[in-house]
């Protein structure tokens, strides 16, 4: 069974640098991309990173994203209260027919 | 510019169906896969189904699966998702999102509330 956990919360004040986590168990992150997405709450969700560490035109460099064998990780370089917001990874499952959303990580801005 | 605006949410009780559109503008369709994800309140994301840009597969999450039925239109530029044996857990807001080819979910509508309930 393929789940992706990510820590519940993270935080930093401006300017600061924060990181957080999607690990991935059931199956492998090896030979499939990871994607991140923000959702700031009452509002859709918006594609942060495609492919591992892409970004997509309009999302800052302050977003980068990377991956290994069983993990990838989200760095906010910089930090803006704008940032304060909920983080998901997803990718899709080994059999490429499933597709999973990460648990979610709140980020706060102090 | 490009648009997704779902439709066909509401209120219904539980074993009835219910149909969700999404109708597109402002980009080509046929050449976009489509997804529909929900959350249900206070929770995180969930992934419910996806189709082809062709319509040629369809994948789904295991809690949809026989119950749910993915579809689209290309001419009318319009992607459905067919809800039957409608559960309490159900209840969510439901997205579509469109992506091409690997690139990622990168347009999605604003949502339509599913609540069922008796």
């Known amino acids: 069974h393929f789940v992706l956990t990510q820590p519940p919360s993270a935080s930093g004040t401006p300017g600061q640098r924060v990181t957080m986590s999607c690990s991935a168990s059931?199956?492998?992150?090896?030979?499939?991309?990871v994607y991140w997405y923000q959702q700031v709450p009452g509002t859709a969700p918006r594609l942060l990173i495609f492919?591992?560490?892409q970004r997509p035109s309009g999302v800052p460099d302050r977003f980068s994203g990377s991956k290994s064998d069983t993990s990838a990780s989200l760095a906010i370089s910089g930090l803006r209260s704008e940032d304060e917001a909920d983080y998901y990874c997803?990718?899709?499952?080994?059999?490429?027919?499933?597709?999973?959303f990460g648990t979610g990580t709140k980020v706060t801005v102090l | 510019q490009v648009q997704l605006v779902e439709s066909g949410g509401g209120v219904v009780q539980p074993g009835t169906s219910l149909r969700l559109s999404c109708a597109a503008s402002?980009?080509?369709?046929?050449?976009?896969?489509m997804h529909w994800v929900r959350q249900a309140p206070g929770k995180g994301l969930e992934w419910v189904a996806f189709?082809?840009?062709?319509?040629?597969?369809?994948y789904y999450a295991d809690s949809v699966k026989g119950r749910f039925a993915i579809s689209r239109d290309n001419s009318k530029n319009t992607l459905f998702l067919q809800m039957d044996s409608l559960r309490a857990d159900d209840t969510a807001v439901y997205y579509c999102?469109?992506?091409?080819?690997?690139?990622?979910?990168?347009?999605w509508g604003q949502g339509t509330l599913v609540n069922v309930s008796a």
């Open positions: 997803a990718a899709w499952d080994d059999s490429l027919t499933d597709y999973l």
């Open positions: 492919r591992n560490n």
């Open positions: 999102a469109s992506e091409y080819g690997d690139y990622g979910a990168d347009n």
């Open positions: 059931g199956s492998n992150l090896e030979s499939n991309y």
């Open positions: 402002g980009f080509t369709f046929s050449n976009y896969g």
């Open positions: 189709i082809y840009y062709d319509g040629s597969g369809q």
